[in-house]
């Protein structure tokens, strides 16, 4: 989210930053040409005054032309900026340099015939720094009404250029500061604003772990998100409190129920002695007793290991599959079966007494369900960050169908409900391996058969 949230605010930024800076550059540039035009509307104002005596060609003299003359040549001497009084016909009065005349286009004759009509030429179209423009301002000599002369001035622009860009780059360093400290507001922001959100999100995972102790701290963020994480708490705080009770409950019953059954089945065996040796329906009637007795311990293991939390160890999973494979040996044996385990030493971090419970769910399962003659392979192997236990058989295996649904609680294929077992033992399994950070899946072994994979990983908790 922060990596959507941030880019969003740069850009809202940088777009407030833009349309600052740029009118404040344009202004700037605007300002500068404009001094620069105010200062040569003075100039050719004082070469007006000093020229309209020396137009005159009644009054005029030699040493009026001549101080005009001097003022114009001194004048290019000092700034290097063009300048001339100029008669109707384009006579120059005087000039400086001496050599600069009137050309026959361009923004001098056209700042020259706009003056002849007795007005100041317009102000000349504004100059940018990559442009290498001039600034020409003309203005007309006026006696008695008429227009005797137009003083003409022609500016290079090269150093108001470089006023203008070095105006630019303050600027632009002040809006690039300006830019770093509102990316620096805009972490801090999001920081804060998504802070609450990432707690909640790793409360969350914590939670769905089987951690349901873990709570949202409520200390910062916005009061919408603080809002938020209270009430998450206290739903958080609900659901421990129902599946406490729940589990209690199983718990319970599976407990109170163990006796009543226990003296039942007790009464069942009395009853067996008065009648016929061999009677079929006392006998279907101590299965179904002892059945459900299977069913209540199942019941009351379960109920322990969704509540029992994990005693995690640093544990070798290569001979604590061993073990389990020697301790199995003999039942498999004693119905046909090989049991065969390759299992190299490998280290990883579970609960030893929950992963054996597990492994011997499995086991057991994968032993009742092979055929005669027929063998289950336990291998044990190490692959990035978690360690692998595969349990293979070559029974009868299960469809997809049935792949999808193995392990929930209860559940029998339809196929095996002549072969004894409650449905728990691999819902137990599962609830043992996840309270320590496991996994148990399932999948076809070829060319027949059932592959039950359990993980664990090598890391521990605090990693």
Known sequence: MRTRLLPLLIVLMAAVLLALGVPLGISLASAQQQNVVVDRIDDTAYFAAIARPAADVTTGSRDDLRILSRELESYYDVYGIRAGVFLPNDTPLANGPTTWFLPETGEVRDAFEESLLSRRSHDPKQVWPWQRGRLVVASPVIRDGDVV???????????????????????????????????????????????????????????????????????????????????????????????????????????????????????????????????????????????????????????????????????????????????????????????????????????????????????????????????????????????????ADNGPGLTDEEIARVGDRFWRSGRHQNIKGSGLGLSISRALLSAGGGTISYGHHEPQGLRVTVTVPRSGPSA
């Open 149 to 391: 002369a137009v003083v003409v001035t022609d500016s290079p622009t090269g150093e108001m250029r470089s006023r203008i860009l070095n105006g630019w780059l303050i600027i632009a360093g002040g809006l690039t500061a300006a830019m770093l400290v509102a990316v620096g507001a805009a972490l801090r922001l999001t920081g804060w604003v998504l802070r609450p959100v990432r707690v909640l999100d790793v409360t969350t995972h914590e939670i769905a772990s089987g951690r349901l102790k873990s709570r949202v701290a409520v200390a910062s963020g916005p009061p919408e998100l603080r809002r938020l994480a209270r009430s998450f708490n206290e739903m958080a705080d609900n659901v421990e409190d129902v599946l406490e009770q729940q589990r209690a409950f199983v718990a319970d019953a599976s407990h109170q129920l163990r006796n009543p059954l226990a003296a039942l089945l007790l009464r069942i065996e009395l009853l067996a002695f008065e009648l016929p040796e061999g009677n079929q329906e006392i006998a279907s009637v101590q299965a179904e007793g002892k059945r459900l007795a299977q069913v209540l311990d199942d019941l009351l293991d379960l109920a322990l290991a969704e509540h029992t939390a994990a005693d995690l160890r640093l544990t070798d999973v290569g001979a604590l599959a061993a073990e389990r494979v020697a301790a199995w040996a003999p039942t498999a044996e004693a119905k046909g079966v090989r049991l065969v385990g390759n299992c190299p030493p490998t280290t990883a971090w579970a609960d030893p007494v929950a992963l054996s419970s597990a492994l011997d769910a499995v086991i057991d399962n994968a032993v009742k369900f092979t055929p005669e003659d027929e063998s289950v392979e336990v291998s044990v192997t190490s692959v990035g960050a978690m360690s692998t236990i595969e349990v």
